[in-house]
T-cell receptor, first 117, second 112 residues
Framework: AQKITQTQPGMFVQEKEAVTLDCTYD???????LFWYKQPSSGEMIFLIY??????QNATEGRYSLNFQKARKSANLVISASQLGDSAMYFC??????????????FGKGTHLIIQP | EAQVTQNPRYLITVTGKKLTVTCSQN?????MSWYRQDPGLGLRQIYY???????DKGDVPEGYKVSRKEKRNFPLILESPSPNQTSLYFC???????????FGDGTRLSIL
């Protein structure tokens, strides 16, 4: 079973609208971290936001916020007031702290977001 | 400036010719990792290192080797590259398990 599922392969959004990118995860580890990364067409991976499994409040970083619903195992990224420069691939990732497998980030397959003027 | 530096950025080579992709970080991070990115598959971890002289396999380690002789460097070695190792490779580092990983700019390898 996939550990990270991003159900939206691609999205078109009008500039200035808010965007929600979906991410669900699967883990039995009580301690984990959830991350979102942005990959523009130039290829680099840019860290956006982090949510810890024990964090009581949803994480926010500027125009980015993470809608963390632990019981539903979802960690959706919300981008407010989208801009043309937000067009990119977006990856959700998880790191299990006590997991018995390989340590490191497990990534979803990504959502290709295109912001239209 | 805090950064992870990979070299080379691009490489086209032939099957069987040993190659090394270097990775260096200047943030004194203990944790370093290599990923490969392939279309439709996202990023998958190849190897990781928790500290100097401590390395372990990720999800797709076959055909790769790594070493961690110094804290700042974590080279990826392809002893006998094959076409199925054509991919975009990323090195990453972090200061701890719940800290975000900082990625290098990527190395695009083409094995003919």
């Amino acid at each position: 079973a996939q550990k990270i599922t991003q159900t939206q392969p691609g999205m078109f959004v009008q500039e200035k609208e808010a965007v929600t990118l979906d991410c669900t995860y699967d883990t039995s580890d009580p301690s984990y971290g959830l991350f979102w990364y942005k990959q523009p067409s130039s290829g680099e991976m840019i860290f956006l936001i982090y949510q810890g499994s024990y964090d009581q409040q949803n994480a926010t970083e500027g125009r980015y916020s993470l809608n963390f619903q632990k019981a539903r195992k979802s960690a959706n990224l919300v981008i407010s007031a989208s801009q043309l420069g937000d067009s990119a691939m977006y990856f959700c990732a998880m790191r299990e702290i006590q997991g018995g497998g390989a340590d490191g980030l497990t990534f979803g397959k990504g959502t290709h977001l295109i912001i239209q003027p | 400036e805090a950064q992870v530096t990979q070299n080379p950025r691009y490489l086209i080579t032939v099957t069987g010719k040993k190659l090394t992709v270097t990775c260096s970080q200047n943030m004194n991070h203990e944790y370093m990792s290599w990923y490969r990115q392939d279309p439709g598959l996202g990023l998958r971890q190849i190897y990781y290192s928790m500290n100097v002289e401590v390395t372990d396999k990720g999800d797709v380690p076959e055909g790769y080797k790594v070493s961690r002789k110094e804290k700042r460097n974590f080279p990826l070695i392809l002893e006998s590259p094959s076409p199925n190792q054509t991919s975009l490779y990323f090195c990453a580092s972090s200061s701890g398990q719940v800290q975000p990983q900082h990625f290098g700019d990527g190395t695009r390898l083409s094995i003919l």
